[in-house]
């Protein structure tokens, strides 16, 4: 069975700092693995995704992730945070199911930015 | 593009009310849709997979009955809520991916709907 793993539920990080929100995974064959940030009372927005090819992908709002086969890691970073990006991150994995590719999520690390 | 909308964004209804939820593509195609519960501070616990022009597929623990999805169109799935109760109310939300999409095409949400049984 697959699982994602968020051990962080609460980051807390300067303006203008550095942030990385983890996110460790579990499943039997290649990794299909995505994050999403969540605003109050909204739905998920998609970030980034990694399927193949290189380890550091890019994706919107100056995000990135790294991808570590041997960790089983996916964590999400961004070199400078901003306020704007207090949310809640959830960690998603792909997988075949009921005919169709549903996601597994972690359970959320919600992000504080600190003026 | 991609882009889900997803109606109404909240609810407020007695107990006994039955309530539906849209959730529309309104620029692509989607064969499957899904619905998705979230307690607060938890994850997303996907309820259903809608399929167009097939019967949904519930995942275990949720109660069709209850839980009544209808995919008559490749831009239309809607959840209806019947006869609630207070401990239905919940955050739902629902998703599609572009039809014709792998594994490694992301979901792409609606706003989601707060629904409140008094």
């Known amino acids: 069975a697959q699982s994602v793993a968020q051990p962080e539920d609460q980051v807390n990080v300067a303006e203008g700092n550095p942030l990385t929100v983890k996110c460790t995974y579990s499943?039997?064959?290649?990794?299909?693995l995505f994050w999403y940030v969540q605003y109050p009372n909204r739905g998920l927005q998609f970030l980034l995704k990694?399927?193949?090819?290189?380890?550091l992908v890019k994706g919107s709002y100056g995000f990135e992730a790294e991808f570590n086969k041997s960790q089983t890691s996916f964590h999400l970073k961004k070199p400078s945070a901003l306020v704007s990006d207090s949310a809640l991150y959830f960690c998603?994995?792909?997988?075949?199911?009921?005919?169709?590719?549903?996601?597994?999520f972690g359970k959320g690390t919600k992000l504080s930015v600190i003026p | 593009g991609a882009v889900v909308s997803q109606h109404p964004s909240r609810v407020i209804c007695k107990s006994g009310t039955s309530v539906k939820i849209e959730c529309r593509s309104l620029?692509?195609?989607?064969?499957?849709m899904f619905w998705y519960r979230q307690f607060p501070k938890q994850s997303l616990m996907l309820m259903a997979t809608?399929?167009?022009?097939?019967?949904?597929?519930?995942e275990q623990g949720v109660e069709k009955d209850k839980f009544l999805i209808n995919h008559a169109s490749l831009t239309l799935s809607t959840l209806t809520v019947t006869s609630a109760h207070p401990e239905d109310s919940s955050f739902y939300i629902c998703?599609?991916?572009?039809?014709?999409?792998?594994?490694?095409?992301?979901?792409?949400f609606g706003d989601g709907t707060r629904l409140s049984i008094l």
């Open positions: 990694y399927i193949t090819g290189d380890n």
């Open positions: 998603a994995l792909s997988y075949s199911g009921a005919g169709s590719y549903q996601l597994t």
């Open positions: 998703s599609a991916r572009v039809e014709g999409g792998g594994r490694n095409q992301p979901q792409h």
């Open positions: 809608s399929n167009e022009g097939s019967k949904a597929t519930y």
């Open positions: 620029d692509f195609q989607a064969t499957t």
């Open positions: 499943v039997s064959g290649n990794p299909y």
